[in-house]
């Protein structure tokens, strides 16, 4: 009996193995994955096998990489360690720190970035100086993770994040580079309650009601500043705020990346003008240059038109990134274009940019379709540059301004 018993174990273990190696084969060459959503990077493809590859090693690492990223049931067997991590009361969570009252915050970084930074505003002091009749500013959107600091725990290190941003906003004074710091004028305009309800609490965005006000204080700085730009500034009680509930849960970034176990209303705030609500409706916009070749739709099927799908996410609330967006608006009190030189957090504020200049163009250096800023700067004839990145982009990717065609 005894003997039995072990051999029923022994089969059944050995069917298990045998199971999970043919799921596994199913994975990964017939219902392979190249994405992961969750975790918001590209799996490990099938290794080519060199003679190189063999005596370095690196066929086999690469063949191992390959198999924990295509294993069957990969998503389930993390998604169940992450639920038993924040079980176990770990401070980080997948990288991920989540506060009592379900608020996501990232790890601090721990990296130390102020050589590229200098190398980022050589490279921003050279392009301006290239266009020598050009307006530049750069609006430095407060990233979760400067803003919200104080939500860590005392023990947390904070890391780099407020260093980082604190040395890139000096470098740029150094050199007279028109810097619109949106973060002590958040600091200082709102309490924490408030400046929390500039932002989603599970996605790794500011929302739009966050993204008008820095938007409000950077077209009056640039009013305030600028030698073409005059006599148009943006006053808050043009406008009203209004909150929508999202279509079932808002999947937000980074509760993406906790396999969506963060369970917590989300409202996703609209800016309107009090006049007209629909002031930007019919504005013209291009994605891509203003051709012929490019899709050519109006604002209002472009902007928050997937809005009601069903778990929206910060793209779909607003838009989502494109190498360019043109938009253009035949109301705007002036002749002037505008380029955008961005990141996601510019998203949020297509209409209210839009509504300032007669043409507004936005551009992002993380598509190989941007290609040669310099170059598009160039073909565009801007009369103002403004950049508008978070301060947690500092990737060298953002300030080459001179790769690509």
Request: glycine share 4%; aromatic share 16%; proline share 4%.
């Given at each position: 009996?005894?003997?039995?018993?072990?051999?029923?174990?022994?089969?059944?273990?050995?069917l298990?193995?045998?199971?999970?190696?043919?799921?596994?084969?199913?994975?990964?060459?017939?219902d392979?994955?190249t994405f992961?959503?969750?975790?918001?990077?590209?799996?490990?493809?099938?290794?080519v096998?060199?003679?190189?590859?063999?005596?370095?090693?690196?066929?086999?690492?690469?063949?191992?990489l390959?198999?924990?990223?295509?294993i069957?049931?990969?998503?389930?067997?993390?998604?169940?360690?992450?639920?038993?991590?924040m079980?176990?009361?770990?401070?980080?969570?997948?990288?991920?720190?989540?506060a009592?009252?379900?608020?996501?915050?990232?790890?601090?970084?721990k990296?130390?970035n102020?050589?590229?930074?200098?190398?980022?505003?050589?490279?921003?002091?050279?392009?301006?100086?290239?266009?020598?009749?050009t307006?530049?500013?750069?609006?430095?959107?407060?990233?979760?993770?400067?803003?919200?600091?104080?939500?860590?725990?005392?023990?947390?290190?904070?890391?780099?994040?407020?260093?980082?941003?604190?040395?890139?906003?000096q470098?740029?004074?150094?050199?007279?580079?028109p810097?619109i710091d949106?973060?002590?004028?958040?600091?200082?305009?709102?309490?924490?309650?408030?400046?929390e309800s500039?932002?989603?609490?599970?996605?790794?965005h500011?929302?739009?009601?966050?993204?008008?006000?820095?938007?409000?204080y950077?077209?009056?700085?640039?009013?305030?500043?600028?030698?073409i730009?005059?006599?148009?500034?943006?006053n808050?009680?043009?406008?009203?705020?209004?909150?929508?509930?999202?279509?079932?849960?808002?999947?937000?970034s980074w509760?993406?990346q906790?396999?969506?176990?963060?369970?917590?209303?989300?409202?996703?705030?609209y800016?309107?003008?009090?006049?007209?609500?629909?002031?930007?409706?019919?504005?013209?916009?291009y994605?891509?240059?203003?051709?012929?070749?490019?899709?050519?739709?109006?604002?209002?099927e472009?902007?928050?038109?997937?809005?009601?799908?069903?778990?929206p996410?910060?793209?779909?609330?607003y838009?989502?990134?494109?190498?360019?967006?043109n938009?253009?608006?035949?109301?705007a009190?002036n002749k002037?274009?505008?380029?955008?030189?961005?990141?996601s957090?510019?998203d949020?504020?297509?209409?209210?940019?839009?509504?300032?200049?007669?043409?507004?163009t936005?551009?992002?250096p993380?598509?190989?379709?941007?290609?040669?800023?310099?170059?598009?700067?160039?073909?565009?004839?801007?009369?103002?540059?403004?950049?508008?990145?978070n301060?947690?982009?500092?990737?060298?990717?953002?300030?080459?301004?001179?790769?690509?065609?």
């Open positions: 009996m005894k003997k039995c018993n072990n051999y029923m174990l022994i089969t059944g273990f050995l298990v193995i045998f199971g999970m190696c043919l799921w596994t084969g199913k994975v990964m060459y017939l392979k994955k992961s959503s969750f975790e918001n990077r590209n799996l490990a493809i099938d290794p096998m060199t003679l190189d590859g063999l005596k370095s090693g690196k066929y086999f690492k690469e063949t191992e390959h198999f924990t990223d295509h069957a049931a990969r998503d389930w067997f993390i998604k169940t360690y992450t639920e038993f991590q079980l176990s009361n770990r401070t980080f969570v997948n990288q991920k720190y989540i009592d009252d379900k608020f996501i915050l990232a790890e601090p970084t990296t130390n102020q050589k590229q930074l200098d190398q980022s505003v050589k490279e921003l002091d050279e392009l301006r100086n290239h266009f020598p009749k307006e530049f500013y750069f609006m430095l959107a407060p990233s979760k993770l400067t803003t919200f600091s104080y939500k860590y725990p005392p023990y947390v290190n904070r890391g780099y994040e407020q260093k980082n941003h604190d040395y890139f906003v470098s740029l004074k150094n050199i007279n580079f810097i949106i973060l002590p004028f958040f600091q200082k305009e709102f309490n924490h309650e408030e400046l500039l932002y989603f609490k599970t996605d790794h500011w929302n739009m009601k966050g993204a008008f006000y820095a938007y409000e950077t077209m009056n700085y640039i009013s305030d500043h600028s030698k730009y005059k006599n148009d500034t943006v808050r009680n043009d406008y009203k705020i209004t909150i929508e509930k999202p279509n079932g849960d808002f999947i937000g509760n993406k906790l396999y969506g176990l963060i369970k917590t209303p989300e409202q996703i705030p800016v309107q003008s009090k006049q007209n609500a629909n002031v930007w409706d019919d504005y013209t916009v994605i891509g240059p203003v051709s012929e070749q490019s899709t050519k739709i109006t604002m209002k472009f902007f928050a038109k997937d809005k009601h799908q069903p778990s996410t910060y793209a779909s609330a838009q989502t990134d494109y190498s360019q967006v938009i253009l608006n035949p109301k009190k002037l274009h505008a380029v955008i030189i961005k990141d957090y510019a949020a504020t297509y209409p209210l940019f839009a509504q300032n200049f007669e043409q507004t936005f551009i992002d993380r598509f190989a379709a941007s290609g040669n800023i310099t170059k598009r700067l160039e073909e565009l004839d801007a009369d103002i540059v403004l950049f508008l990145y301060d947690s982009s500092t990737g060298a990717e953002m300030y080459q301004f001179n790769n690509g065609q």
